[in-house]
């Protein structure tokens, strides 16, 4: 199997509340956005200007079925 470097998993939402779950899977080359819910209540948000990367540069965000 080829090398390369590792993915990565960064958790941009849900990691210490309940609501907002948010995770930037970084593999390849590619960001992809999983599970990206809304904040409800005192749940606290990572602000986009924190994330490893902007908004503008997500290849790929799932579609909720």
């Known amino acids: 199997m ?3 470097p590792l993915p990565s998993l960064t958790h941009l939402g849900a990691k210490d509340g309940v609501t ?3 995770h930037l899977l970084q593999v390849k080359g590619l960001n ?3 599970d990206c819910g809304s904040f409800q209540g005192s749940d606290v948000a990572v602000p986009m200007e924190s ?3 902007k ?3 997500i290849d790929f965000l ?3 079925m």
């Open 32 to 34: 992809i956005l999983v």
């Open 51 to 53: 994330w490893p990367v």
């Open 55 to 57: 908004p503008a540069d």
């Open 20 to 22: 907002g779950s948010c």
């Open 62 to 64: 799932p579609k909720a």
């Open 2 to 4: 080829s090398g390369g």
